[in-house]
């Protein structure tokens, strides 16, 4: 069953497929950063705002990074593997 799922699998890690997203997996990574950086960690307001905070902020106005990272992944996993292109 493993020699299957590894056949099947194999072609999209192959080093030349992996190549051609390395654009998107930079895009993916510089928009993480940009949000980092304009947070700073904590909203400017201390997590009191007008507008609902993003799923990514927790209840006190702290990035959430698991929720930051899982939401990095499941994008660029899905427009690698999908052509899924998510906001």
Excluded at 45 to 70: C, F, I, M, Q
Aim: some cysteine; proline content about 7%.
């Amino acid at each position: 069953y493993w020699r299957m799922l590894r056949n099947a699998w194999q072609p999209a890690f192959a080093p030349g497929t992996l190549a051609r997203y390395v654009d998107l997996m930079a895009t993916s990574a510089r928009q993480l950063c940009d949000i980092l950086t304009a947070r700073g960690g904590v909203l400017p307001s201390g997590g009191k705002h007008d507008a609902p905070a993003p799923a990514y902020v927790t209840p006190e106005g702290y990035l959430d990074l698991n929720e930051l990272l899982a939401r990095m992944t499941i994008s660029v996993v899905g427009e690698c593997a999908y052509g899924y292109v998510t906001c």
